[in-house]
């Protein structure tokens, strides 16, 4: 449906929690979620739901309808998504 997700990290176990970082890359995701919607796939709630997601996990790229998202998982058990603590 036009849109694309990569992603590539590296993470090692410690103390049961992971260590590392995620980087992903999303391209016309707000259009798939639109189109879902359109199709009736994905009801009208669920896809603001999915915005509000986005946006509090990713930013803005440079490239036109691309999201980012780096998410780092560090030695005191935090999640932390583009500079801000998740927990």
């Keep these: ?5 990569a992603a ?4 090692t176990i410690a ?9 992903v890359t999303i391209t016309n ?4 979620i639109n189109r879902l919607v359109a199709a009736g796939i994905m009801p009208d709630k669920l ?3 999915a915005r509000a997601t986005l946006g509090l996990l990713t930013k803005q ?5 691309t999201l ?3 998410i780092e998982f560090n ?9 801000q603590r998740l927990r």
């Design 1 to 5: 449906m036009g849109a694309e997700l």
């Design 8 to 11: 590539n990290g590296q993470f």
């Design 15 to 23: 103390d049961s929690y992971p260590i590392g970082e995620l980087n």
């Design 29 to 32: 995701g707000s259009e798939l």
């Design 47 to 49: 896809a603001t739901a």
């Design 61 to 65: 790229s440079e490239a036109e309808n």
């Design 68 to 70: 980012t998202s780096r």
């Design 75 to 83: 030695d005191q058990g935090q999640v932390i998504a583009n500079g």
